[in-house]
């Protein structure tokens, strides 16, 4: 039954359009995923308490995200997975600049259906962020991120590279927006009088 119901929300949710699925399919009032019942049991209360305040439809939303990756991850968590990411984005770019149309189709699906972190996406967001209004960029993003791989995928197995290659700013755009909500600067010295202009 569980696994039914993982299977309908991987068809239904596809890889990046959880948004129009929602439409669709509004979810229970109220209904907490099992999923994240589960991983939820590794929150500390104060994540917990943020995560349960969430309402229903952004709950479903993260868990269509969830379900929409197949692939769990044991250990790996979200910055190493972000790592790996960044790695199939090059090898994209690698594929591209050589007319290697298989490559490119390969690494933006592996790209697209990357391993969910330990513990989810949550666990990785800043606190204050874990909130509706926030929180409901993220099919926007994923659309922008996984769906424009998928499409360039399938430019680069129609032999359409140009097509292909005009997807890799749509990406980047995506990745970007995320940093600049959920992220900042990566790296800054707490050991600096003035670490930033800005
Ligand atoms: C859903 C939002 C989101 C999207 C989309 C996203 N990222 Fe990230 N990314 C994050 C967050 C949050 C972190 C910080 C993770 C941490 O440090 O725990 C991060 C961190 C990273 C880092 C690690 C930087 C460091 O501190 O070492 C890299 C590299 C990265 N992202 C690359 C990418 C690339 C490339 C893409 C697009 C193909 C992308 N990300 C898309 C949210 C996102």
Redo the contacts with the bound molecule.
Sequence with gaps: MKKTLFTSLILAGGLASSAHVLAQTPPKAGAMPAEMQQMMKAYTPELRQKVMALSPELKATIQQLHAGHPRRAKET???QI??E??S??QSIASALATDNAEQAADAARR?ASHRIPKGG?LA??PLDKINNADMAV?PA??T??EGS?LKLADAADAGNMPLAASYMSD??T??V???Q???GV??ISANLMTPLAK
């Design positions: 968590n979200l910055r972000m790592h990411i960044l199939e984005y790209l996406l990785y967001f993220l993003m994923n922008a991120v791989a990406i980047m995506g990745c927006a995320c940093h909500k959920f992220r990566p790296g």
